[in-house]
């Protein structure tokens, strides 16, 4: 860098240092920031008491210099009125002016305005009290009333400092007139003293600025923390909001939702108070959302939130726990708990317009009291859970609180659950085979393995409760492997002519594990796949439609049948139907018990004539009657099973039912109690096949 460079960089620097520090215009200005306004006020309450008492002591101080060289008559009125006037004004600072916060800004700026101009008579009269001392006092005197105005304007400065309008004027007009009255004296030395003492002043005016800028700084430093306190408060506050609602729903989530049940347990256990929680689970939400597309679900829920939101309200917290489960969080009794279920029912019964589709879901709900269900949040939090799930699995669309009944059946599953994840399934579990007959050979066409447990902690089980449990607890899938294993076992004692119908549970057929694990089965034991059926629900395809069908094309592309279990206690359309890949339907049992109906039976004649229009096997199951066998046989109907032919039983049993029923059919006895296929055989000629029935 050249030196003059150099030069005119200082000449810059230079030029910015008086800028920036003596010629500031705003420096000289009220300032239009309120909370600057502010802060000089309080600092003003704190300094000028001060002032006014180093103006007192002052006086005192030039009464003590000057006595014996001015008349008393003079100086002590004068000292008197400045004595009088500071200590009004100190007291007035001290104890009459408002707290900074009382005060609007327009009102602090007036005050701020006023204590500036009032710095002038009060120096004008300090200073001209200075200059009758001087023409009294002998060298030694004036000396010190040049020292007390000096002192004076030196302490008035810094008091100030946080008004530097008011500083200022106390530097001009105390300093600049004494320099002038020392100028007409023609003392050099006081007039050296005068100028000493006005560029003394003078600097400690700028450090006193300095520190008013300082001061500014730091008030704005504080407001633009505050501002961004503000905004990081304000988006915390936002992301609480944002982390507590449901996206999609703006309904409470689960996070907030069991916050508040905390908050609400703790809160009844300090006043001794009650509330209730209430689980809500849509019914038929699922098949919505697998025929229709995820989107027209996501809009239902909407739609379903909006609804709901229309009942919260302060005795009433309603939030999206996930899925389509919603939470109730009920501030009352059992009673207010079922009007607002029995409205929320009545509410959510009602269809819902998406897209041009009319679709209905409805709901159920459970309640669980505070205190008598549980004594703390996670508790009854479960057994309103526990509560929908025993409505959903009895009554759909309704709602029911947690009883002692229900709690004595929580406990009883609980131990059912603790058995089963302790049980050696591959000794405690099996099968037990029932036959499935031609109604028009009369013949065993196959068999169906029904699972059996029987525990070494709690013995039998029944089935539906130990598969619901297994469910639960996702080990569905090694107890379906190892009841299929052992029904894949009990093929080879049977005659080739027999066939095997399997049933999958809802979480089977959705399971690729599940399904590798029966395909492989399948080809380890060398069973020929067309001699197996598995049975399926119109449920459990509707859990993951999708996913269900990809694994039923997969089984059946190896050879195996499908049977959609249950038939007619679902939802399936004709057209639904016609598109599931499937070779069987077995009628429900609800239909085939009550044959005597017409209703029911008008229902049974268009299954099996869509069955045959269809081109699928048709299955009666439950069939306990003789007559039950006739009239099914009488309507077309070809194959059934039921208590009527013979009761499950395990493979021993199976192979001695064949070998008697075989006896039977060679000597033409017949034993009472069971129909025996003999002598089905030698009536059914009586109900010859409907006329185009062919399976």
Request: charged fraction near 20%; aromatic fraction near 8%.
């Amino acid at each position: 860098m050249t030196k003059q460079a150099e030069r005119s960089g200082a000449a810059s620097a230079d030029r910015r240092w008086i800028s920036a520090y003596w010629l500031k215009p705003k420096s000289w200005a009220f300032s239009d920031d309120p909370d600057v306004l502010i802060g000089q006020y309080a600092n003003l309450r704190r300094q000028v008491p001060l002032l006014y008492l180093l103006l007192i002591i002052i006086a005192f101080a030039s009464v003590y210099l000057m006595a014996g060289s001015v008349p008393i008559l003079i100086i002590g009125p004068v000292v008197g009125l400045f004595v009088t006037v500071a200590s009004i004004r100190m007291v007035w600072w001290l104890w009459f002016l408002p707290e900074p916060g009382e005060l609007d800004v327009s009102e602090v700026r007036a005050l701020l305005r006023r204590t500036t101009w009032a710095v002038l008579p009060i120096c004008l009269s300090y200073l001209g009290y200075s200059f009758l001392l001087d023409a009294f006092g002998d060298p030694g005197q004036r000396a010190g009333v040049a020292i007390c105005l000096v002192m004076t304007a030196i302490g008035c400065i810094f008091c100030l400092m946080h008004l530097p309008q008011a500083a200022l004027l106390v530097n001009l007009t105390t300093m600049v007139p004494y320099a002038l009255y020392q100028v007409i004296s023609g003392n050099e030395t006081f007039l050296m003293v005068s100028l000493i003492a006005g560029i003394v002043t003078t600097l400690m005016f700028r450090v006193s600025l300095n520190a008013h800028e300082t001061f500014i700084e730091l008030i704005n430093s504080r407001s633009e923390l505050a501002a961004q306190r503000g905004e990081a408060e304000r988006l915390a506050s936002e992301n609480a909001s944002f982390a507590m609602t449901d996206a999609l729903t703006g309904l409470p989530n689960r996070r907030l939702f069991l916050a508040r049940l905390d908050d609400r347990v703790q809160q009844s256990i300090r006043d001794r108070g009650s509330f209730v929680v209430g689980v809500l689970d849509l019914d038929r939400f699922k098949p919505v959302n697998d025929i229709y597309g995820h989107a027209v679900g996501d809009q239902l829920l909407v739609e379903v939130g909006q609804r709901l939101q229309s009942l919260s309200g302060a005795n009433l917290l309603i939030a999206r726990l996930g899925g389509d489960e919603f939470g109730l969080l009920v501030d009352g009794d059992d009673d207010a708990a079922a009007a607002i279920g029995a409205q929320v029912i009545a509410m959510l019964h009602q269809p819902f317009q998406i897209d041009g589709q009319r679709l209905s879901v409805g709901c159920s709900i459970g309640f669980a009291s505070f205190p008598y269900a549980g004594a703390s949040a996670s508790v009854i939090f479960d057994r309103a859970d526990y509560a929908l799930y025993t409505v959903k699995a009895d009554r759909r669309g309704a709602f029911a609180f947690f009883t002692p009944h229900l709690e004595t059946r929580l406990r009883t599953e609980t131990e059912l659950e603790a058995a089963l994840l302790s049980a050696d399934l591959a000794n405690e579990l099996g099968i037990a085979l029932q036959p499935i007959i031609c109604l028009r050979t009369a013949q065993v066409r196959g068999v169906e393995a029904l699972a059996r447990w029987h525990s070494a902690r709690i013995g039998d089980t029944a089935p539906t409760r130990f598969i619901d449990a297994a469910e639960r607890l996702n080990i569905m899938g090694n107890i379906t492997t190892t009841l299929f294993t052992k029904a894949l076992a009990s093929m080879a004692a049977l005659p080739v002519d027999i066939d095997l119908s399997f049933n999958l549970s809802t979480r089977d057929i959705v399971t690729s594990a599940t399904i590798d694990m029966l395909i492989a089965a399948i080809v380890d034991q060398q069973v020929d796949p067309q001699r197996v059926t598995f049975e399926i629900t119109e449920t459990a395809l509707m859990q993951d439609y999708d996913t269900a069908i990809a694994h039923i094309e997969r089984l059946r592309a190896m050879g195996v049948a499908i049977a959609l279990d249950d038939f007619g206690t679902g939802f399936s359309s004709l057209s639904y139907l016609s598109r599931l890949p499937i070779d069987k339907i077995k009628i429900d049992r609800s239909f085939v018990s009550n044959l005597a109906e017409p209703g029911v039976h008008k229902i049974v004649t268009a299954i099996l004539t869509m069955c045959e229009t269809l081109d699928v096997e048709c299955i009666a199951e439950g069939v306990e009657t003789s007559d039950d066998c006739f009239t099914l046989k009488g309507m077309g109907c070809n194959l059934a099973q039921g208590f009527a032919f013979a009761r499950p039983m395990d493979i021993a049993s199976l192979q001695t039912w064949l070998e008697r029923e075989n006896g039977r059919a060679a000597d033409g006895r017949a034993r009472s109690g069971l129909l025996s296929l003999p002598a089905f055989a030698e009536l059914h000629e009586r109900f010859p096949t409907r006329a185009g029935a062919s399976r």
